[in-house]
C-alpha cells in the first residue's frame, strides 16, 4: 500500500483490526470476508473497508431489530466529513478523532 497518506492506512487498518476482533467475538456472526479492493488484493491507503458479514437469518432479522446489541456495533467509524467541510473525516466511537487533510500530508 504506497498510495496515498501513510497514516490515513493506519488509521483504517487499526479500525479494521478492531471490527475483525469483535465479529470474531460474536457467536451469531458464521463469517466475513473482505470484498472490494481488498478482497482483490489492490488496496491502497485511500481504500476503504468493505466487509461482508455472514449470519443467519434470524440472527440478521435480530440485529435489524436491535443494532446496538451486537458487539461490533459499537466498533469505531471512520466516516468522511460532512461536505461543507472537505478533506475531514471523523472517527466516531469509544474515541473521536477529527483528521484533516494537512494531518495525512
Not at 451469531?28 to 491507503?45: K, M, P, Q
Not at 443494532?67 to 468522511?80: G, K, M, N, T, Y
Request: charged share 25%; aromatic share 6%.
Amino acid at each position: 500500500m504506497t498510495s496515498g497518506p501513510a497514516r490515513l492506512g493506519r488509521l483504517r487498518d487499526g479500525l479494521l483490526e478492531q471490527v475483525l476482533g469483535l465479529l470474531k467475538a460474536d457467536p451469531a456472526v458464521e463469517g466475513a470476508a473482505l470484498v472490494g479492493s481488498f478482497g482483490r488484493g489492490d488496496a491502497d491507503n485511500w481504500s476503504d473497508i468493505d466487509l461482508l458479514i455472514l449470519m443467519s437469518d434470524a440472527d440478521i432479522a435480530r440485529f435489524a431489530d436491535q443494532p446496538a446489541e451486537r458487539p461490533w456495533a459499537q466498533a469505531d467509524l471512520l466516516s468522511d466529513g460532512p461536505p461543507q467541510f472537505p478533506g475531514r473525516c471523523y472517527i466516531r466511537g469509544h474515541n473521536t478523532y477529527t483528521v484533516t487533510a494537512s494531518d495525512l500530508g
